[in-house]
């Protein structure tokens, strides 16, 4: 509701404005307001663009009309109900304090990466919940003690390898049986099992989709480019940065991109083709170096099984050699930037994370091709073979990201501070650091499958970095020297999250359940042909109760058949290509509007002027006519 | 846990709630932030209105705002006499706008009187000159500013009136999503 325009403007004496609604005004929107419900119209009262002072007095107008309606003792009642759950859930969110804390000295594109790291913790809580409770509750439930071989015991060793005692207990699939386990009700493991991850898998496929649309649809298609004069001067400034230092320098900052902008320089061919020369270096450096490192992963995992010793600490050799590269080579892409030039830095921060993305989607492409192609062939229960991998793979990276932000942020600070002062303090580098944590993550859901438990690892690994990276930042990190478009980073990153990671883990997933042979001997689904087979059988078992005829017809014809999909697939397509119409249509509907705003301005002035000529001729007609006339 | 509290009648709270963005608690924690610019000239006791302003000095000084370019003309939007005076309305008023949860169409029309310098409700070029002012430490050359300040116009001007109107600049907020977190002021 936009009071704005119905104000009247006073100008009283001293130069000073009161806006004041004139008394029809007033009365037009006490008129809108008693409509709306006691929620409603507190929602509107604090929007109204008014002092203090009038504020009050609308609301006493309100109160005092409503007064006699008993209604509203309930309603405010529910009021204050939704005001102390408001201020309930404040208390009981996590970190709050934390976040205020740190968006306060550095800014908000600092703070996105933190808000980042909950979102995904979030979705670690929530698997973990739900495998916990559906899965290893009921084995737990059912047979307390796991049957561990008598000669196996816990060493210490087992937390950095995964291997050995866990190897036997509800950590991995192969700890889980295969049978329907008759208690207070009949429990089937497998479908349990199936059905569990597959459904935290789509729960967690519609949250993605459906958060990167909204932030597409607020951050992208609206958006003015960072590139405009008006957008720097006008809405760039944050106002919420307190530190004297962050402030001098980001008006420094300000005013180098203004003044840059302000004499727009072109390039000679030639430095064009230096430019163009020196980008296609750097792409072929990058991209070989990610699959230099992909094929190297690949020979140490063969090299690995080659000499299958009794050493189990040689197991850590893969996850380690992995985080190590994933520690080094994004800090040595970031050094790209000192001899290549982007026209912007927008444009500098998208290249980094393309590579980025590149060199981990390499690693994991290679580490999954492996799993699935040698080791589920080679091993007998090679289900917990993957799940012990990629659990010393997420243990690898947390002690790796670990050491990362005492490479990357506190030996920067030393170096810069005491060595060489020249590089200064760093900056925390928000996207390569939100690009572990999306290959975290992915880690995390490809390993569900594997191994149930993995989102518990998870969370106490998201919980611990992120009081460190809060430490390693507020002790050895700057704020941003510039003023970044953290909204749309936000939705580069959460774009990334499901395209490749989350669409990449799914579709191994996806192809391990429906292709590879579950092992013979151990987990939910040995002695079927593949994991899909489950609901056959069950669909099967289902045949014979009378009463779910219907749920067997919709396997049959809607998830078996192959024409649903096709129709569904046309039909998605035909209902795309209206929306894309629409979306063309209003396009032209709003450059037709903007426009119009020009003509009517320009038809004003126009008619003012015709008016005061009229006015004129009027004027002078009316003077002559008397002159006529009159003198005569 | 808040219901011993004796500054303010429970209908002023009331009051406050309903024309802010803060709870009960916070009302009261911006109370004594008030109050601690200056112990001796707020009372502890609001209950019958007392007529307090703090002088602009005191509120500029605040460790939230002292840093801010902007200081001086958030103080004087919100302030009833123009003059950045604020009393304990405007005051609440205040960080209620540049709080978080205030929608972006307040947040705009308020931002737009904040850069309006001569209150003309229009940002006219010479307001952008003072903006550009604020923001670049005076260091930019005149024929920087005046480049900077044309662009601004042609980029954002509508209505092709040399000026920008609240609807210009309205226009330009909707398409900048991140307005919402920048003009945002935590306490």
């Given at each position: 509701?936009?009071?704005?325009?119905?104000?009247?403007?006073?100008?009283?004496?001293?130069?000073?404005?009161?806006?004041?609604?004139?008394?029809?005004?007033?009365?037009?929107?006490?008129?809108?307001?008693?409509?709306?419900?006691?929620?409603?119209?507190?929602?509107?009262?604090?929007?109204?663009?008014?002092?203090?002072?009038?504020?009050?007095?609308?609301?006493?107008?309100?109160?005092?009309?409503?007064?006699?309606?008993?209604?509203?003792?309930?309603?405010?009642?529910?009021?204050?109900?939704?005001?102390?759950?408001?201020?309930?859930?404040?208390?009981?969110?996590?970190?709050?304090?934390?976040?205020?804390?740190?968006?306060?000295?550095?800014?908000?594109?600092?703070?996105?990466?933190?808000?980042?790291?909950?979102?995904?913790?979030?979705?670690?809580?929530?698997?973990?919940?739900?495998?916990?409770?559906?899965?290893?509750?009921?084995?737990?439930?059912?047979?307390?003690?796991?049957?561990?071989?008598?000669?196996?015991?816990?060493?210490?060793?087992?937390?950095?390898?995964?291997?050995?005692?866990?190897?036997?207990?509800?950590?991995?699939?192969?700890?889980?049986?295969?049978?329907?386990?008759?208690?207070?009700?009949?429990?089937?493991?497998?479908?349990?099992?199936?059905?569990?991850?597959?459904?935290?898998?789509?729960?967690?496929?519609?949250?993605?989709?459906?958060?990167?649309?909204?932030s597409f649809q607020r951050n992208y298609i609206l958006a003015e480019p960072a590139s405009s004069c008006a957008?720097?001067?006008?809405?760039?400034?944050?106002?919420?940065?307190?530190?004297?230092?962050?402030?001098?320098?980001?008006?420094?900052?300000?005013?180098?991109?203004?003044?840059?902008?302000?004499?727009?320089?072109?390039?000679?061919?030639?430095?064009?083709?230096?430019?163009?020369?020196?980008?296609?270096?750097?792409?072929?450096?990058?991209?070989?170096?990610?699959?230099?490192?992909?094929?190297?992963?690949?020979?140490?995992?063969?090299?690995?099984?080659?000499?299958?010793?009794?050493?189990?600490?040689?197991?850590?050799?893969?996850?380690?050699?992995?985080?190590?590269?994933?520690?080094?080579?994004?800090?040595?892409?970031?050094?790209?930037?000192?001899?290549?030039?982007?026209?912007?830095?927008?444009?500098?921060?998208?290249?980094?994370?393309?590579?980025?993305?590149?060199?981990?989607?390499?690693?994991?492409?290679?580490?999954?091709?492996?799993?699935?192609?040698?080791?589920?062939?080679?091993?007998?229960?090679?289900?917990?073979?993957?799940?012990?991998?990629?659990?010393?793979?997420?243990?690898?990276?947390?002690?790796?990201?670990?050491?990362?932000?005492?490479?990357?942020?506190?030996?920067?600070?030393?170096?810069?501070?005491?060595?060489?002062?020249?590089?200064?303090?760093?900056?925390?580098?928000?996207?390569?650091?939100?690009?572990?944590?999306?290959?975290?993550?992915?880690?995390?859901?490809?390993?569900?499958?594997?191994?149930?438990?993995?989102?518990?690892?998870?969370?106490?690994?998201?919980?611990?970095?992120?009081?460190?990276?809060?430490?390693?930042?507020?002790?050895?990190?700057?704020?941003?020297?510039?003023?970044?478009?953290?909204?749309?980073?936000?939705?580069?990153?959460?774009?990334?999250?499901?395209?490749?990671?989350?669409?990449?883990?799914?579709?191994?997933?996806?192809?391990?359940?429906?292709?590879?042979?579950?092992?013979?001997?151990?987990?939910?689904?040995?002695?079927?042909?593949?994991?899909?087979?489950?609901?056959?059988?069950?669909?099967?078992?289902?045949?014979?109760?009378?009463?779910?005829?219907?749920?067997?017809?919709?396997?049959?014809?809607?998830?078996?058949?192959?024409?649903?999909?096709?129709?569904?697939?046309?039909?998605?397509?035909?209902?795309?290509?209206?929306?894309?119409?629409?979306?063309?249509?209003?396009?032209?509907?709003?450059?037709?509007?903007?426009?119009?705003?020009?003509?009517?301005?320009?038809?004003?002035?126009?008619?003012?002027?015709?008016?005061?000529?009229?006015?004129?001729?009027?004027?002078?007609?009316?003077?002559?006519?008397?002159?006529?006339?009159?003198?005569? | 846990?808040?219901?011993?509290?004796?500054?303010?009648?429970?209908?002023?709270?009331?009051?406050?709630?309903?024309?802010?963005?803060?709870?009960?608690?916070?009302?009261?924690?911006?109370?004594?932030?008030?109050?601690?610019?200056?112990?001796?000239?707020?009372?502890?006791?609001?209950?019958?209105?007392?007529?307090?302003?703090?002088?602009?000095?005191?509120?500029?000084?605040?460790?939230?705002?002292?840093?801010?370019?902007?200081?001086?003309?958030?103080?004087?939007?919100?302030?009833?006499?123009?003059?950045?005076?604020?009393?304990?309305?405007?005051?609440?008023?205040?960080?209620?706008?540049?709080?978080?949860?205030?929608?972006?169409?307040?947040?705009?029309?308020?931002?737009?009187?904040?850069?309006?310098?001569?209150?003309?409700?229009?940002?006219?070029?010479?307001?952008?000159?003072?903006?550009?002012?604020?923001?670049?430490?005076?260091?930019?050359?005149?024929?920087?500013?005046?480049?900077?300040?044309?662009?601004?116009?042609?980029?954002?001007?509508?209505?092709?009136?040399?000026?920008?109107?609240?609807?210009?600049?309205?226009?330009?907020?909707?398409?900048?999503?991140?307005?919402?977190?920048?003009?945002?002021?935590?306490?």
């Amino acid at each position: 509701m936009d009071y704005g325009l119905r104000l009247l403007h006073v100008k009283i004496k001293g130069g000073i404005y009161l806006i004041i609604p004139s008394v029809t005004e007033e009365q037009n929107l006490v008129k809108e307001l008693i409509d709306l419900s006691t929620r409603d119209r507190i929602r509107a009262i604090r929007e109204l663009p008014m002092s203090f002072e009038e504020k009050k007095r609308i609301r006493w107008v309100m109160s005092s009309i409503k007064q006699c309606c008993r209604i509203i003792l309930h309603q405010h009642i529910l009021g204050c109900v939704c005001l102390c759950h408001s201020s309930a859930r404040q208390t009981l969110e996590l970190w709050q304090g934390v976040m205020k804390e740190i968006g306060g000295k550095f800014g908000s594109s600092v703070l996105s990466y933190f808000m980042f790291l909950k979102w995904l913790l979030m979705f670690n809580i929530f698997s973990f919940l739900v495998n916990f409770g559906f899965i290893t509750i009921p084995l737990l439930v059912y047979d307390p003690l796991p049957n561990i071989p008598p000669n196996v015991s816990f060493r210490g060793l087992e937390i950095l390898t995964g291997a050995g005692y866990f190897n036997y207990t509800v950590m991995y699939y192969g700890g889980y049986s295969n049978e329907t386990l008759s208690g207070l009700v009949d429990y089937d493991m497998q479908l349990a099992y199936f059905f569990t991850i597959a459904v935290y898998m789509v729960l967690c496929g519609f949250a993605l989709i459906f958060s990167m649309a909204r932030s597409f649809q607020r951050n992208y298609i609206l958006a003015e480019p960072a590139s405009s004069c008006a957008w720097q001067l006008l809405c760039s400034w944050d106002f919420s940065i307190t530190n004297e230092k962050a402030v001098r320098q980001r008006k420094s900052n300000l005013r180098e991109s203004l003044s840059e902008k302000a004499q727009m320089k072109l390039l000679t061919l030639s430095e064009k083709l230096k430019h163009f020369a020196v980008h296609l270096g750097s792409w072929l450096l990058s991209t070989g170096l990610a699959l230099g490192c992909g094929a190297s992963i690949y020979y140490l995992c063969q090299y690995e099984q080659q000499v299958h010793s009794s050493m189990e600490g040689l197991t850590l050799l893969v996850p380690f050699v992995v985080s190590l590269i994933n520690l080094v080579i994004p800090l040595f892409y970031s050094l790209f930037y000192k001899f290549e030039q982007y026209s912007s830095q927008r444009r500098q921060i998208y290249a980094l994370v393309i590579r980025n993305v590149f060199l981990k989607m390499s690693i994991l492409g290679v580490l999954c091709f492996y799993w699935m192609n040698v080791v589920a062939k080679k091993y007998s229960c090679w289900e917990s073979m993957v799940g012990q991998s990629l659990y010393r793979l997420v243990i690898a990276d947390f002690l790796f990201l670990m050491l990362g932000s005492f490479f990357g942020e506190f030996l920067s600070n030393v170096i810069g501070t005491r060595l060489i002062p020249r590089f200064g303090v760093p900056e925390f580098d928000i996207a390569r650091n939100v690009l572990e944590l999306i290959y975290a993550q992915t880690l995390a859901w490809i390993g569900i499958y594997f191994s149930p438990l993995l989102p518990a690892i998870q969370i106490v690994k998201f919980f611990i970095l992120f009081y460190l990276k809060k430490v390693s930042l507020t002790q050895n990190c700057q704020p941003p020297r510039r003023t970044g478009r953290a909204a749309q980073m936000q939705t580069t990153f959460i774009a990334l999250l499901f395209f490749p990671f989350f669409v990449g883990a799914l579709s191994m997933v996806a192809y391990t359940a429906w292709r590879l042979a579950p092992s013979e001997q151990c987990g939910p689904f040995r002695g079927l042909n593949d994991t899909f087979s489950v609901v056959g059988v069950w669909i099967d078992d289902l045949e014979v109760i009378p009463g779910s005829q219907w749920v067997v017809w919709i396997y049959q014809n809607v998830i078996r058949s192959e024409i649903f999909y096709f129709l569904i697939t046309v039909v998605t397509l035909v209902i795309t290509y209206i929306f894309w119409q629409v979306i063309q249509g209003r396009k032209s509907l709003m450059n037709l509007l903007r426009q119009q705003i020009v003509n009517v301005s320009v038809f004003e002035e126009k008619r003012l002027l015709l008016m005061l000529f009229i006015e004129r001729i009027l004027f002078c007609t009316q003077h002559w006519v008397y002159s006529k006339y009159i003198l005569l | 846990m808040g219901n011993k509290q004796t500054i303010f009648t429970a209908q002023q709270l009331d009051a406050y709630q309903d024309c802010t963005y803060f709870t009960r608690k916070e009302i009261l924690r911006l109370f004594y932030r008030y109050r601690d610019l200056a112990p001796q000239l707020v009372p502890l006791d609001y209950t019958n209105q007392p007529d307090v302003k703090l002088p602009y000095e005191l509120i500029g000084s605040m460790p939230e705002l002292k840093d801010n370019p902007f200081r001086q003309r958030i103080a004087e939007v919100f302030s009833e006499d123009g003059e950045g005076n604020m009393t304990l309305d405007d005051f609440l008023d205040m960080f209620s706008v540049l709080s978080e949860m205030a929608p972006r169409d307040l947040k705009a029309y308020y931002a737009f009187k904040i850069y309006d310098f001569n209150n003309d409700d229009f940002i006219c070029k010479s307001d952008l000159q003072k903006t550009l002012n604020k923001l670049t430490r005076n260091e930019l050359t005149e024929d920087e500013v005046r480049m900077v300040c044309e662009k601004v116009i042609d980029e954002a001007d509508l209505d092709n009136d040399g000026r920008l109107s609240l609807e210009d600049f309205q226009h330009m907020i909707v398409r900048a999503p991140e307005f919402l977190s920048t003009f945002h002021i935590r306490i």
